[in-house]
């Protein structure tokens, strides 16, 4: 299994040599958002090792040998020769090649929520399009699948054009600590499949997840069929052809009516034509950010008590021209209620949310860095998710 082992950032390292501490891009971390351990277990960014003491010999200017103690020894002594000096052993530096080394897809595996014909899958396939597709029953699963190293990357989906965010991924993201790497962004065709010889006069019900009901609604009411929700698409495809009932259809995809022997019997019948799904890729590793092409940047923020914060926190965008492409909110569930005085009334409760942003601009430009740091200022803590390539197509 290829994996990215190096990572190109900062640190510094105190004198207990217990803990170092990243920044990326030159971007401070007072919040300690950014703070690993050394001895975190799958990995240690920067290692403070001291080299054992050997004797080496140094000539001086009267001709004679003299033993000093090699540049790195641990032991403090004196003289010019006796410095006590910190050596850190930093990764290799990723090339431009590092960074991508899955071109295709091959050597690497993907997970993704649902069973052979979803979207999800879809998706994966656009990203990378050899890969081993690995599929979950739940969100949370293709995040442990990553997390435990059975799988590479995983391809989730994080937004709709017409049903809107993916809740449920937004509060995973925060939950578990990988790295968005890249984005996907897949048009969704629904179809309406049944078994082989089967009209749709015949069919009484269909079968499908509740997302793909909601974007298919003028044609499901046009045919007069009652909705029966399943896990996804390609497990309602998958359900109507192991089980041979000739009543029931299901919408997915033509892929899933390929793969489980169904009939197409309408395609493309999702109320809008113009029907697209973002995904968001994700991995052990965050990706190395550049400026050569568009990039996007992910954050995830709590803000300050005080008047027109969220106003300030925007702000410090629109002051450095950064154009925001998504901004979502999300109840903190560790803490979903805020306690502030109220001069009027005493103290007040108000529901504490964190802020959810996307926006076009690398972390590698200074622009960047410099609007998280302004952030800071108003923010409890910020998180960045990642800083990955847009993806300009569809």
Partial sequence: MALLKGV???FSCNSNHNNAQMSVGGFGNEHGFLNMKCDRKWGCIGLLVCEKQQETTHLVDDGKSSMAPPVGSCGSGSGAYAKESKIIKLPKPLTAAAITP???????????RGVAGAHSEAAALKAYPKCETVPCDEFE????????????KAVLPIENSVGGSIHRNYDLLLRH????VGEVQLAVNHCLLGLPGVRIEELKRVLSHPLAFSQCEMTLNMYGLARVTAD????????VASQDIKDTGAVASARAAELYGLDILASNIQDNPDNITRFIILSRDPLIPGTHTPHKTSIVFSLKEGPGVLFKAL????LREINLTKIESRPQLTRPLRVVDDSNNGSARYFD?????DFEASMAETRAQYALRH??????????????PMDLST
């Fill in 177 to 180: 600590r990988l790295h968005i």
């Fill in 375 to 388: 952030l800071q200022e108003f923010s409890r803590f910020v998180r960045v998710l990642g800083s990955y």
């Fill in 8 to 10: 190109s950032m900062g």
């Fill in 232 to 239: 996804d698409t390609a497990g309602a495809a998958q359900i």
């Fill in 141 to 152: 699963s293709a995040f442990k699948a990553v997390e435990l190293w059975i799988v590479d």
């Fill in 102 to 112: 899955f071109k295709d897809g091959s050597d690497v595996r993907v997970a993704y």
């Fill in 353 to 357: 949310y964190l802020f959810y942003i």
């Fill in 315 to 318: 702000a410090v965008f629109a």
